[in-house]
């Protein structure tokens, strides 16, 4: 842990070092990851060693990312963006905030987990899951939750986590989940009644995860693979359940930047980052994604989501109607 600290910071201070100067001439790829920061570290160093292009990075939310590139679209300091729902690649490709680019590697790519004029492609997939700490349910005389509207139980005030859909693309993903589930008055009047449960709000998709199991709130509304990194890491009285109604599920996506100051070096990454090879790292440390290349073998503990009650989740509106649906809530239900 110690070691991965290090080097996260290293890699965090050249990053800003290096941004300060003019990315065309030092030389050295700029990313903004949505990853965790070990599967960031690891991808790097393997891409570094295999290519000898120079990486830094940046690891933020979605919609930290998307805010940040917004910023930086007439003079873009960054890259590449790992990493992180596609919906929110879907919004940036509508503002015009990426640029094309159809990888040679593609064609490992489902058609379903890529968009088709090559703005972004998926790289990996998690399922929306209801993460509980079995202790606390124990001690409230609770089952574990299996419908969303387990949730409304008194029993879970104050002890609800959830992901801010402004800053965290699983957060977002839960509110076009049931947006696209019932519909957005039935939706909207759940998020209304829900939010007098939630103990915070917070701009990260996997912290309401640990906060589980640490035992600190009762349940998190999460995606799956961040709730098995967490019981492997040791909070063995986390459980995971799905929602009987449906659950949504994300495409983690790659796309570059519009104006990146490297482009030839962001059509390497992105190249390397669609193998097989660049896909199996996750695992390595610990990240338990589902994986979109197809001769990529996806971690055993990984929930398929062939096994799963899925909605007809549709990326591209969700995408498409993402910054209406945040204003409504944040108007709606926060205030």
Request: a negative charge; charged letters at 20%; aromatic letters at 12%.
């Amino acid at each position: 842990m110690k070691r991965a600290h290090w080097r996260r910071l290293l890699l965090l201070v050249l990053f800003v070092f290096l941004t300060a100067c003019s990315p065309e001439k030092n030389g050295v790829l700029t990313i903004y990851a949505g990853l965790y920061d070990d599967h960031a570290i690891k991808a790097i160093e393997a891409f570094q060693k295999e290519t000898g292009i120079k990486v830094s990075y940046l690891r933020m939310s979605s919609g930290e990312i998307l805010a940040r590139i917004r910023a930086e679209r007439d003079k873009p300091r960054t890259s590449v963006w790992y990493g992180g729902p596609a919906d929110t690649f879907i919004q940036a490709k509508t503002e015009g905030l990426l640029t094309p680019y159809i990888s040679v590697n593609s064609e490992w790519i489902d058609e379903a987990y890529k968009d088709e004029e090559g703005y972004w492609a998926g790289i990996y997939l998690g399922s929306l899951a209801l993460v509980s700490n079995k202790a606390w349910l124990q001690e409230v005389g609770l089952s574990p939750p299996q419908s969303w509207n387990d949730l409304l139980n008194p029993k879970y005030k104050g002890m609800i986590g959830m992901p801010d859909p402004r800053t965290s693309g699983t957060g977002y993903t839960v509110l076009a989940t049931l947006v696209q589930l019932w519909g957005e008055e039935q939706a909207f009047s759940y998020f209304k009644e829900i939010h007098q449960q939630i103990n915070t709000y917070t701009t990260s998709g996997s912290v309401p995860g640990r906060k589980v199991g640490m035992g600190e709130i009762g349940t998190a509304i999460m995606f799956s693979h961040d709730a098995i990194k967490f019981y492997k890491e040791g909070f063995r009285d986390i459980i995971v359940g799905f929602p009987e109604e449906g659950t949504g599920y994300e495409i983690g996506a790659i796309g570059i930047i519009n104006g990146a100051p490297n482009q030839n070096e962001a059509e390497r990454f992105v190249d390397w980052a669609l193998t097989k090879q660049a896909q199996e790292l996750g695992k390595q440390v610990g990240n338990y994604q589902l994986l979109t290349n197809r001769e990529a073998v996806s971690p055993a503990e990984a929930f398929p989501l062939a096994n799963l009650t899925l909605i007809p989740y549709d990326h591209s509106w969700a995408g498409n109607n993402r910054e209406r649906l945040l204003t409504k809530w944040a108007n709606e239900v926060l205030n």
